[in-house]
């Protein structure tokens, strides 16, 4: 079963009605929703913590989808899992004991995910595909939304798909996902796709039905 799922990222989203952000994407056919975490260290952008998760969870019926793009993560893997995080997705370069964090997520009782930059190898989670859920691969920079979609990154998916074989894992595509980029990396073994400006560009919360068109377009 490969369903394709879209997972809208709140980093696109208005801040300050992030609730009623939630509602009104999963109201237009979102099946996840995208919480990016940034530390200001990891990467060059900060945005929020576990508190935030923790207020964002009564709003959100199907997923919650964590990115944490901090460094280290393991301090706080508790506090997110506690939050509500459905899925906790820690970076492999993140810090040198990657094993470790996928086994305190999974102890936490979250599915597990790990995130590649675009310049790490797939090879770096083949003695760890019977630990994680899911496998992000960033296709922009990590810390921003509206980059444009790295190409050379369709090759590590169709790669990490192979990588997988039939074990239950998710392939997910994060960064510069648009109804051009999006059937590239499906094609290529992708299943979950984010998606932040483009779902939310010229949306608001008085304009719901901007979300629906933009989420079936991709
Ligand atoms: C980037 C984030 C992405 C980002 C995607 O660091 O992890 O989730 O919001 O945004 P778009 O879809 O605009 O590239
Ligand atoms: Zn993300």
Redesign the pocket.
């Known amino acids: 079963d490969r369903t394709i799922r879209i997972a809208p990222?709140i980093?696109?989203a208005d801040f300050a009605a992030f609730g009623a952000e939630c509602e009104a994407i999963e109201a237009q056919g979102a099946d996840w929703v995208?919480v990016?975490v940034?530390d200001g260290h990891f990467?060059p952008?900060l945005t929020f913590g576990p508190a935030m998760v923790k207020a964002i969870r009564p709003h959100v019926k199907t997923v919650m989808d964590v990115?944490l793009?901090i460094a280290p993560a393991d301090p706080y893997l508790q506090a997110f899992a506690e939050a509500g995080a459905d899925i906790l997705t820690v970076h492999a370069e993140a810090g040198p004991h990657l094993h470790r964090s996928l086994q305190a997520v999974r102890g936490l009782g979250c599915k597990a995910g790990v995130a590649l930059n675009p310049a790490t190898p797939a090879d770096a989670i083949d003695y760890v595909l019977d630990d994680i859920d899911l496998i992000c691969v960033?296709?922009?920079?990590?810390?921003?939304?509206?980059?444009s979609?790295i190409a050379s990154q369709v090759a590590k998916v169709r790669r990490l798909r192979a990588m997988v074989g039939d074990r239950p894992v998710h392939i997910e595509i994060?960064?510069?996902?648009t109804p051009e980029t999006a059937p590239r990396v499906v094609a290529a073994g992708a299943d979950v796709l984010?998606?932040?400006?483009?779902?939310f560009k010229g949306g608001s919360v008085a304009n719901p039905g901007v979300y629906g068109d933009n989420i079936r377009a991709i």
Do not use: C, E
């Not at 960033?138 to 980059?147: L, R």
């Open positions: 990222s980093l696109s995208h990016d940034m990467v952008n990115h793009m960033m296709t922009v920079n990590p810390g921003f939304g509206g980059q979609f994060d960064g510069g996902v984010v998606a932040g400006s483009g779902v």
